[in-house]
């Protein structure tokens, strides 16, 4: 069992920057590729980025490619997302999830994850 819980969401303007973070507790946090997904009102939750067990893999969505950036440190057993040059369509719940596998492989979809946090609110005004 893996205990995940988000911060860092908010209200900020389009141009503007946040850091998502989320903090892992329970198993061994180094077992686990991590992704953060977000999901807007309507709408279908949709991948953002992953990285794989050990930090040396990561994949971003085409949507924020160069502008997010995915990061993690084992020994806080902590995972991040900086966004940057924010846009009204980032606008949506943000949730870390956690995959129980150590291969090199980074999954996109919402079913390959086993544990969720419970999302944090990120609003990006025009």
């Known amino acids: 069992q893996v205990q995940l819980v988000e911060s860092g969401g908010g209200l900020v303007q389009a141009g503007g920057s946040l850091r998502l973070s989320c903090a892992a507790s329970?198993?061994?946090?180094?077992?686990?590729?991590m992704g953060w997904f977000r999901q807007a009102p309507g709408k279908e939750r949709e991948f953002v980025a992953a990285?794989?067990?050990?930090?040396?893999?990561?994949r971003h969505a085409d949507s924020v490619k160069g502008r997010f950036t995915i990061s993690r440190d084992n020994a806080k057993s902590m995972v991040y997302l900086q966004m940057n040059s924010l846009k009204p369509e980032d606008t949506a719940g943000y949730y870390c999830?956690?995959?129980?596998?150590?291969?090199?492989?980074?999954?996109?979809?919402?079913?390959?994850?086993?544990?969720w946090g419970q999302g944090t609110q990120v609003t990006v005004s025009s």
């Open positions: 990285i794989n067990w050990n930090g040396g893999s990561t």
């Open positions: 329970g198993r061994t946090f180094s077992s686990y590729a």
């Open positions: 999830a956690a995959d129980p596998n150590t291969s090199q492989r980074l999954n996109v979809y919402p079913s390959s994850y086993d544990y």
